[in-house]
């Protein structure tokens, strides 16, 4: 498993939407200029993020998906739900085409003809299971909460 920059940005763009959370919509640049990412690289991200938002109120008919976007004067980007609600995993999985630690893991159910026979398909599930759980646990509210070590001295 190896995960991307626009992963890795995307977890940076929402700890950021939520730290600077005061209930207006906040703009790309401003969000670019704090993370220094470039805002071209964070429309396709941002994009990725509202897509999974509208795609949710369209499946669901609840607002249940990760930021809404809003066009023109005032516009910007916010999170569309609390902090505590969104987990690590999901901003991944949407921002990552897969978190499988092996290609066979990539579909389910498991397609590989080897599969029945293979002795170590059971490590690289086990894997996926126990990276998948971790990253469920770990919501964006953890990030924004995290202590940051470097005020802290060990004598």
Same mark, same amino acid.
């Given at each position: 498993?190896?995960?991307? #920059?626009? &992963? %890795?940005?995307?977890?940076?763009?929402?700890?950021?939407?939520?730290?600077?959370?005061?209930?207006?919509?906040?703009?790309?640049?401003?969000?670019?200029? %704090?993370?220094?990412?470039?805002?071209?690289?964070?429309?396709?991200? !941002?994009?990725?993020?509202? @897509?999974?938002?509208?795609?949710?109120?369209?499946? #669901?008919?609840? @607002?249940?998906?990760?930021?809404? &976007?809003?066009? &023109?004067? =005032? =516009? =910007?980007?916010?999170?569309?739900?609390?902090?505590?609600?969104?987990?690590? &995993?999901? !901003?991944?999985?949407?921002?990552? @085409?897969?978190?499988?630690?092996?290609? $066979?893991?990539?579909?389910?159910?498991?397609?590989?003809?080897?599969?029945?026979? $293979?002795? #170590?398909?059971?490590?690289?599930?086990?894997?996926?299971?126990?990276?998948?759980?971790? !990253?469920?646990?770990?919501? !964006?509210? +953890?990030?924004?909460?995290?202590? +940051?070590?470097?005020?802290?001295?060990?004598?």
């Amino acid at each position: 498993m190896w995960i991307s #920059t626009r &992963g %890795r940005y995307a977890l940076r763009v929402m700890v950021d939407l939520a730290e600077n959370n005061n209930g207006e919509y906040i703009p790309l640049k401003d969000i670019a200029k %704090r993370q220094e990412i470039s805002e071209k690289y964070l429309e396709t991200i !941002i994009r990725l993020l509202v @897509k999974a938002y509208l795609e949710s109120i369209m499946v #669901t008919m609840s @607002k249940a998906g990760i930021i809404k &976007g809003l066009r &023109g004067k =005032g =516009g =910007g980007y916010k999170l569309a739900l609390a902090p505590m609600d969104i987990t690590v &995993g999901r !901003i991944l999985k949407v921002t990552e @085409k897969s978190l499988a630690p092996v290609s $066979c893991l990539e579909m389910q159910p498991n397609l590989c003809k080897r599969s029945p026979a $293979c002795k #170590t398909v059971r490590v690289w599930q086990e894997m996926y299971r126990v990276v998948d759980e971790y !990253i469920e646990s770990v919501t !964006i509210a +953890d990030l924004v909460d995290e202590i +940051d070590s470097s005020d802290f001295y060990v004598i």
